[in-house]
């Protein structure tokens, strides 16, 4: 039981390049999310997929796009990057339930640098 | 809109120190979720305590303990006798429940840095 696993733990891009970074989680989980987290500022969410098949804008999103591409993965696509998006990248799980809300479990981390 | 505020950017002690970690909050949600993660230096959040906004009872899990308080929406965390291994970064956070796609949606405090010193 991997739990939620990202890839690729670094990376460094040169502005205006684009890139996607996978999130997977093995729990069975229907509710996953992307957080960016900067100094200073906590984690933000980017956006987040309540169920398959969904997805909403969190509080920062532009400039990223996902895809829910099954009920596992997750992913966050940057067009072109910026140095603004060098930040550390956090993907998240949990279930969910009308009764009761349960906590989000995090993967490793991606850190994104762009030059 | 909601609001999570953690005034202490960092705080040090010295090992068996006990320390508090303040977390003060915003909603206009009568029903809501607070939580406490941890991120050790090698990256990871870790969960540490959930709490709804209907119940106000104090938790202690061993050398931690959380104090809510609707009163003064705060809920503050505090870890006694405290350990070198207890050196992170504390993240409070607020969810809110409402139905629909609105699940799950977290707001973070800025995160207290913790510094332990044997």
């Known amino acids: 039981n991997a739990g939620v696993t990202q890839t690729p733990k670094f990376q460094v891009l040169k502005t205006g390049q684009s890139m996607t970074l996978q999130c997977a989680q093995d729990?069975?989980?229907?509710?996953m999310y992307w957080y960016r987290q900067d100094p200073g500022m906590g984690l933000r969410l980017i956006y987040y997929?309540?169920?398959?098949?969904?997805?909403d804008k969190g509080e920062v999103p532009n400039g990223y796009n996902v895809s829910r591409l099954n009920k596992r993965e997750f992913s966050l696509r940057l067009e072109s990057a910026a140095p603004s998006q060098t930040s550390v990248y956090f993907c998240?799980?949990?279930?969910?339930?009308?009764?009761?809300?349960?906590?989000?479990?995090f993967g490793p981390g991606t850190r994104l640098t762009v030059l | 809109a909601q609001k999570v505020t953690q005034a202490q950017t960092e705080i040090s002690v010295v090992e068996k120190e006990d320390v508090t970690l303040d977390c003060v909050y915003e909603?206009?949600?009568?029903?809501?979720?607070l939580f406490w993660y941890k991120q050790p230096p090698s990256g990871e959040l870790v969960f540490l305590i959930r709490?709804?906004?209907?119940?106000?009872q104090n938790e202690i899990s061993g050398r931690y303990s959380w104090n809510f308080q609707k009163s003064t929406s705060s809920f503050n965390f505090t870890i006694t006798a405290s350990q070198v291994v207890d050196s992170a970064v504390y993240f409070c956070?607020?969810?809110?429940?409402?139905?629909?796609?609105?699940?799950?949606?977290?707001?973070f405090g800025q995160g207290t840095i913790l510094t332990v010193h044997p």
């Open positions: 909603t206009r949600d009568t029903t809501y979720y």
């Open positions: 709490r709804n906004s209907f119940d106000e």
């Open positions: 998240a799980s949990s279930e969910r339930s009308r009764s009761s809300y349960n906590e989000q479990f």
């Open positions: 997929s309540a169920s398959e098949g969904t997805t």
């Open positions: 729990m069975n989980h229907n509710s």
């Open positions: 956070a607020l969810s809110f429940f409402a139905g629909g796609t609105s699940y799950g949606k977290l707001t």
